[in-house]
């Protein structure tokens, strides 16, 4: 019972460093994008900002109790699929609970909590709403299928499911990477990144700039605060996923948080660069040449690591 | 013991006798009349107990003279069964026609004459005698054919004179040059002698007769005026034609056919199939009720002259009795009753026959018919079949049992097509028809039930518990009947299948009372949820307990046959309960097509088993050696068809949405799993095969994935939501298919751990959309809407049973979505888990847009008074969502009995530690993962709940809407075509090309028919010229030998 608690007490200091981290960490993001385009942009600290305004708030606005719990079943995926991949390897504090559950359970896991949102903002009524996640999950659909094939890619390789053996087994070096043992699988991967963060061209499920309305706008308060809170966590449960599997995973704080940054810049700098995809349009790019790289990389993991 | 020449005696003297007593009073000569029938059946009869009692056959010799100076006449058991189902049908079918034969001392005298003679062909030991009896009985029928003297019956009538007379004249040229050959008129005499017959000479002698006797048996394409006698004659007569004259006619073929070198019988056999599947096939064009018996009759006569041909070539005269005689009784008892029923409902064309819709017991008498003649059990036709399709595969003749097979669906189209017409009523018309007419059918009816019974005794099949279902059903079926609420009756449905399962559960184990459980209890909680319908529906609770109770049956099965038995019985309840939906007619016809297409394919798999082991028990399939192969694609392709693998599936949606609400969730949860059930059997005895280098499994597993990639696909684009369901189901069942077909223990504990949770929540979602279909008076999802608060209990029952479908953790369905890419990656099937991934991504966008199109978004004014569903529906709801949520916090108590039943066929690769379950590459925890989930929430929750902030509820349109104001639900609700980037995507992969298929099948089909059907003209030159090409067919083909 004891070390269930200890365990809770370091779950608990990881999902704040991560929440720290992920707040940071968009803010960092949104200020260099900003310079980029000869803007000054808001400060770093912007996040924290926004999280303590809103919970500040003293009335919210409800349509229902599913609507309500909407934001909480969202936070709660977040928090969830960080807790089940192990931060730091080797790490006490940092592991989580990666002893519950393999790749699979985190793969179904992050459909948790945009199913619960889904239906949060369902109830709200607006059917801006419904769209939007309609395309989210369309584009969810496609999105995964790269993301599979390379994570049955990864199974072959390594012969295993659990993300902690496969960082295990990525220690000895950047030659020991997924991204130089297994190039095909992390680029596959990495395109399914660019869909699973929603920056361009693949960000026609929020439409910033284009849609106005809808949940960013229906939920306010408290709900909008755990859902900030929840883009920081979930962003970082995913970059952390990511690292590692494909890029070696870390051992400490600092080459954490540098990894992460870099994968994050990834999409970010794509984002920048190109316009937006329609909806059908993105999926039907989902499922041609990134879905073809994925059939590829599992051919070649089992042609070259099923030799036994 | 009576000596059967009084039956002789009593005809010719009443005979003579009838027109003194018919100048007298109508009524005595009615009564002499009957009365001669009665006393021929009754000799018949006790001469019958008599001989099974273990006496003599008796011979009668004319003049005290030996053969072949006398004439000699036989009655042994068969000819005493013969002559007592011919005199049975005589004393029925006078009393049916007595109206009519009254009016004419003639008309009872030839009646009298008709069965005389046919009495004579069955006993008769002598060539020439029989060629006498033949033509008594052709002059006396050929007369009563013009019994109502108009146009066409005396047309129809003169055709059936100038095809007796060619036939008799080919038979007196044959008896002359045999006589001529062998010295001898006797029959047994001639068959001692038979070596003399072995020349050119005897040959012709040989097709002469025979050639005759199969004429007179309507052969195709020889057999135009034999229909067109059919359908202008009344239809008493028609009865007498069908069961009575052919029945002499068959008498004689048995009699002569040990006269043939067995060279010659493989002709006799393929001139009977293709009779048998040629006219089937033609019956699919006719309109006309008569000449659409008349057609089924050729059908049924030239299989009978397969199966005496048959069973004589191999050797296997011991099972004429079961093969033949179970066809025979079959034929006889149900041709009689539709014709008599014909008769009594008069109507011409068999579309009209809606007139029976709404009467329960001529339905339960003209179903009884119907199935008794399409072969399903209990009754005899199911069983001689069984055993004919045997003895078929055990001789190696695969082409003459799937000609079988095919005239036997086509047959089953027709016939159905038919019931259906007659189940639903389309026109207002509903007038009752007169209940005279009507207790000979019944008999016939009762005769049918008991008749099977008998076979099934005889093959040994007889047993107490397959009779269960049957004798529910029945006693059901008359509990419905009494003015009392059908809540009672579903009650007592429900109490029955309570002791049932009672009885059968402790006695199954492994796999078997795992399946049990879904069927039994499972079938009771289902039923239980049925009882919200308070309106009277017709035959629901005495079919819906059959059902349950043969799937019961079928766990049971040790042999193939008894498995097959419990299936048709299943297909067969189900058929009719789909047909209880309001549309659902033609989607029913559909269903039972694909069905018994699908049960023909299993048993032409259990047949070729049978004839590679030898052995009729399940286990025995093990042997089926070089057969193996077949046996193992025909039995997958079978249950793949059942189970609605992609490409066969065109009846599910329809069969699904249309039956009632709450049968839906039974055959979606219950009925397709035993699909699977047969599967796994299938796999334990046969294990995987390959064919010609392909991969049996392999393909399946293929398929399976295919289902479920394109079942999601098709779900996503719907309307209606039950329909989103149906094709819900179709791909859920096709993971549980791709699951066996691993053929491993990870594979088997994947199918049946998704076979249970299929059942939880799919049984729920049907049970809740049920309930609001119930509420809101509608199917389309895009006209409902906001239910969560109309609804809520609904709304949440909906809500676990959807994210466990999904397979989100923590809930149930993850497990199975975990162990199923487990196996498949043992099995280093890599590209399917990549295609299970993809499916399972596209089901979650429509469990999505059922939550929200129902339960969410905008609420209708018009629903604002709908209440939550009725707690008989809500209770069973409730119960399923405990369950879902106990296996979900220990996912081992539902496993680990899945795991150590399928241990003994295959090696367990999953290990226990506590809650941790691992495999060769993964592992997982579920109570871990559960506590964890459920800990963050109540975390984030509590936060939620101890913040300052006032939460305020909002009215509906209280939303952000960029400066306007939401102005109706009905503009606001976004649900119509929820998807259509889906469409523009990937629409391509979804166009009905399926369906466009089946329905190119069945066009051309129809237009085959069509075409062959063009032989027959009307005109008696063509037919005439017809006989005389299909004597000199018979010469060519014979005459080779």
């Not at chain 2, 709801?877 to 899945?898: A, C, H, K, M, T």
Request: with cysteine.
């Amino acid at each position: 019972m004891s070390e269930w608690l200890v365990k809770g007490g370091y779950a608990v200091v990881s999902v704040t460093v991560a929440a720290v981290y992920g707040l940071l960490l968009s803010g960092i993001i949104a200020r260099t994008l900003a310079r980029s385009q000869g803007r000054i942009g808001v400060p770093v600290w912007q996040g924290f900002l926004d999280v303590f305004k809103h919970a500040a708030k003293r009335t919210a606005i409800s349509h229902g109790v599913m609507f309500y719990l909407g934001p909480i079943l969202r936070l709660t995926g977040g928090i969830g699929t960080l807790l089940f991949v192990p931060m730091l390897y080797g790490s006490a504090v940092f592991g989580n609970f990666h002893f519950a559950g393999d790749i699979i359970l985190i793969i179904y896991f992050i459909l948790f909590g945009a199913l619960g949102m889904a239906l949060g903002a369902s109830e709200g009524g607006h059917p801006y709403s419904a769209i939007g996640i309609g395309r989210g999950l369309a584009q969810f659909a496609a999105f995964e299928v790269p993301f599979a094939l390379a994570v049955i890619s990864l199974a072959i390789q390594y012969d295993t499911l659990s993300v902690y053996q496969i960082v295990g087994a990525q220690q000895n070096g950047i030659a020991s990477w997924t991204l130089v043992t297994n190039p095909l699988a992390t680029i596959a991967a990495m395109i399914s990144l660019l869909g699973s963060t929603g920056y361009s061209p693949f960000d026609i499920v929020g439409a910033p700039q284009e849609i106005p309305i809808g949940p960013r706008t229906e939920f306010q308060s408290d709900f909008i605060s755990l859902m900030q809170l929840n883009r920081a966590i979930f962003a970082a449960a995913k970059l952390v996923l990511y690292m590692d599997l494909f890029f070696g995973g870390a051992t400490n704080l600092l080459v954490l948080m540098v990894k992460t940054w870099a994968i994050y810049m990834v999409p970010v700098f794509v984002g920048a660069a190109f316009p937006r995809y329609r909806i059908d349009q993105s999926i039907r790019f989902f499922l041609r040449v990134p879905t073809l790289i994925g059939i590829a990389a599992v051919i070649f993991a089992d042609f070259f690591f099923n030799a036994s | 013991m009576p000596n059967p020449l009084y039956i002789y005696v009593l005809s010719l003297g009443s005979a003579f006798l009838l027109t003194l007593f018919h100048r007298l009073d109508r009524s005595a000569a009615s009564l002499v009349f009957l009365g001669t029938l009665a006393g021929s059946t009754l000799i018949s009869a006790l001469g019958l107990f008599h001989l099974m009692g273990g006496a003599a056959s008796v011979e009668v010799l004319t003049a005290g003279f030996a053969p072949p100076l006398s004439i000699n006449l036989r009655f042994g058991l068969q000819e005493a069964f013969l002559s007592l189902a011919v005199n049975l049908i005589g004393l029925l079918g006078g009393w049916y026609l007595l109206a009519q034969l009254r009016e004419k001392a003639q008309a009872l005298i030839l009646f009298l004459m008709v069965f005389m003679g046919i009495n004579g062909m069955i006993m008769t030991r002598d060539l020439f005698n029989l060629f006498v009896f033949i033509e008594i009985t052709s002059i006396a029928t050929y007369a009563l054919i013009g019994l109502e003297r108009d146009g066409r019956t005396l047309a129809a009538g003169f055709k059936y004179v100038m095809a007796g007379g060619l036939a008799s004249s080919f038979y007196l040229i044959g008896t002359i040059l045999a006589y001529h050959l062998t010295g001898t008129l006797n029959i047994d005499g001639m068959i001692e002698a038979r070596g003399l017959l072995d020349n050119p000479l005897g040959a012709a002698a040989l097709v002469f007769l025979i050639g005759a006797v199969v004429i007179e048996l309507e052969p195709y394409p020889a057999n135009g005026w034999a229909l067109d006698v059919y359908q202008a004659a009344p239809c008493g007569i028609g009865a007498i034609l069908s069961g009575g004259v052919a029945t002499g006619a068959l008498a004689a073929l048995y009699k002569l056919l040990p006269l043939l070198q067995v060279g010659h019988l493989p002709v006799l056999v393929s001139l009977g199939l293709a009779t048998f599947l040629f006219s089937n096939l033609l019956g699919l064009k006719q309109e006309s009720t008569k000449r659409l018996l008349g057609y089924s009759s050729i059908a049924q006569l030239g299989l009978m002259i397969a199966a005496i041909a048959y069973l004589r070539q191999t050797g296997h005269e011991g099972l004429v009795p079961l093969v033949v005689g179970g066809l025979f009784i079959n034929h006889l008892l149900a041709k009689a009753g539709l014709f008599w029923l014909a008769g009594v409902i008069q109507k011409e064309q068999w579309r009209d026959w809606s007139v029976l819709a709404g009467n329960p017991w001529l339905l339960l008498l003209f179903g009884t018919l119907v199935f008794a003649l399409v072969g399903f059990p209990p009754f005899p036709g199911f069983w001689a079949k069984w055993e004919l399709i045997m003895q078929l595969a055990a001789g190696g003749m695969y082409g003459w049992m799937a000609a079988i097979l095919v005239g036997s669906l086509l047959e089953a189209v027709y016939l159905l097509r038919w019931l259906g017409k007659a189940l639903r009523s389309e026109t207002q018309e509903e007038t009752q028809p007169g209940f005279s007419g009507l207790a000979q059918p019944a008999i016939f009816a009762i005769l049918l039930y008991a008749t099977g019974w008998y076979c099934a005794e005889r093959v040994g099949e007889a047993s107490l518990t397959s009779l269960l279902p049957l004798v529910t059903a029945a006693y059901l079926f008359v509990i419905d009947r009494l003015p009392i609420p059908s809540r009672i009756v579903g009650l007592v449905s429900l109490a029955s299948v309570g002791v049932f399962s009672y009885q059968v559960l402790p006695g199954l184990s492994g796999l078997a009372w795992l399946f049990g459980l879904i069927f039994l209890p499972g079938g009771m909680l289902l039923i239980f949820a049925g009882l919200y319908r308070e309106d009277v529906r017709q035959g629901f609770y005495p079919l819906l307990t059959g059902m349950v109770m043969s799937l019961g049956v079928l766990l049971q099965a040790q042999t193939s046959l008894g498995f097959f038995y419990a299936w048709e019985l299943m297909t067969l309840s189900s058929y009719l309960l789909i047909t209880l939906g309001k549309d659902a007619a033609e989607h029913a016809l559909s269903y039972v097509i694909f069905s018994l297409a699908s049960a023909y394919l299993i048993l032409a798999g259990f047949a070729l088993g049978y004839a590679g082991s030898g052995s009729e028990l399940l286990t025995g399939l093990q042997a089926s050696g070089s057969l193996a192969p077949a046996v193992l694609a025909l039995l997958a392709l079978g249950f793949v068809v059942k189970t609605g693998g992609f490409g066969f599936h065109i009846w599910l949606p329809g069969a699904y949405t249309e039956s009632d609400d709450d049968f839906t969730a039974i055959i979606s949860s219950i009925v397709s799993k035993a699909g699977i059930f047969g599967f796994l059997v299938a796999g334990i005895y046969l294990g995987d095969q390959s064919v010609g280098g392909l991969d049996i499994a392999y393909l399946v597993c293929w398929l399976g994935l295919l289902t479920a990639v394109f079942g999601a696909l098709m779900a996503v684009l719907q309307e209606d939501a039950k329909r989103l369901l149906a094709y819900s189901s179709m791909g859920q069942v096709g993971y549980i298919v791709a699951g066996v077909a691993m053929m491993s223990h990870l594979g088997w504990v994947t199918a049946v751990y998704l076979s249970v949770n299929h059942f939880l929540f799919k049984g729920l979602l049907f049970l809740a959309i049920a309930g609001v279909i119930y509420r809101t008076g509608t199917r389309d999802m895009y006209r409902m809407g906001g239910m969560i608060g109309r609804m809520p209990i609904t709304f949440f029952t909906s809500l676990i049973a959807i994210i466990a479908m999904s397979g989100v953790p923590p809930l149930s369905g993850f497990g199975g979505k975990w162990l199923l890419y487990n196996g498949l990656i043992e099995k280093h099937w890599y590209l399917q888990a990549a295609l299970a991934f993809f499916s399972s991504a596209l089901a979650c966008l429509y469990m999505f847009r059922l939550l929200h199109s129902v339960f969410l978004g905008q609420p209708k004014l018009k629903h604002k008074d709908v209440k939550e569903a009725p707690w008989w529906l809500i209770a069973p709801q409730l119960v399923l969502v405990g369950v879902i949520l106990v296996i979900s916090l220990f996912p081992q108590y539902l496993v680990q009995p899945i795991s150590s039943a399928v241990e003994p066929y295959y090696a367990a690769t999953l290990h226990w530690a506590g809650n941790q379950v691992t495999t060769d590459i993964g592992h997982w925890n579920g109570f871990l993962t559960m506590s964890l989930v459920g800990s963050v929430f109540l975390l984030t929750l509590s936060w939620m709940l101890l913040s300052s902030t006032r939460v305020q509820r909002v009215k509906q349109f209280n939303i952000a809407f960029a400066a306007e104001r939401p102005f109706t639900p009905e503009t606001t609700h976004f649900a119509y075509n929820f998807y259509p980037y889906i469409e523009k995507s990937m629409g391509g992969l979804v166009r009905p090309r399926a369906t466009r298929f089946w329905n190119g099948l069945s066009e051309w089909t129809h237009s085959l028919a069509a075409t062959l059907r063009s032989l027959y003209t009307g005109q008696a030159q063509t037919y005439a010229l017809l006989i005389v090409l299909y004597l000199i067919l018979m010469v060519t083909l014979m005459g080779g030998v």
